[in-house]
C-alpha cells in the first residue's frame, strides 16, 4: 500500500521526462519549480522573491537557479537568497519519487525563518 497520500502529494512527472539540469514549473497554487540535479529533485516557490518572476524559466547552473529578470540567483536545495537584488528566500517543498513517478508535497512549504528579518 502507498503511503503518499493524494490529498498531500501532487503528482508530478515521470522520473525520465525531467532530465537532469532541467526545472519544470508545476501548476499548484503557489506555483512550484521542481528541478533535477543529478537525479535529485528540488521543489521551490516558482516565484522570484524579488519581483514576482517565474524562477523554472530562469537559468540552472548546478544547484542554483538565476532569475532572468534582475539575475538573482538562490539554491534549489535550501530556497536561499544566494546574490542580489533578492534578499528574502523563497520556500521549499517535500519531494519523492515512487514507481518513477515525482511528487511535491504541495501544502508543505517551508520557509528559511533566518533568512527572513
Ligand atoms: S524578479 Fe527575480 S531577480 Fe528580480
Given at each position: ?62 544547484d ?33 519519487v ?20
Amino acid at each position: 500500500m502507498s503511503d503518499i497520500s493524494t490529498d498531500t502529494w501532487v503528482m508530478v512527472c515521470a522520473t525520465d521526462e525531467l532530465v537532469p539540469g532541467e526545472g519544470v514549473k508545476v501548476g499548484t497554487c503557489p506555483p512550484i519549480a521542481l528541478f533535477n540535479i543529478d537525479g535529485e529533485y528540488f521543489a521551490i516557490d516558482d516565484t522570484c522573491s524579488h519581483a514576482e518572476y517565474s524562477l523554472s524559466d530562469g537559468y540552472l547552473d548546478g544547484d542554483k537557479i538565476e532569475c532572468e529578470l534582475h539575475y538573482a540567483t538562490f539554491s534549489v536545495r535550501t530556497g536561499e537568497a544566494l546574490t542580489a537584488p533578492a534578499a528574502d528566500p523563497v520556500g521549499t517543498y517535500p519531494v519523492r519519487v515512487q514507481d518513477d513517478t515525482i511528487f511535491v508535497a504541495a501544502t508543505q512549504r517551508c520557509v528559511i525563518d533566518k533568512f527572513r528579518s
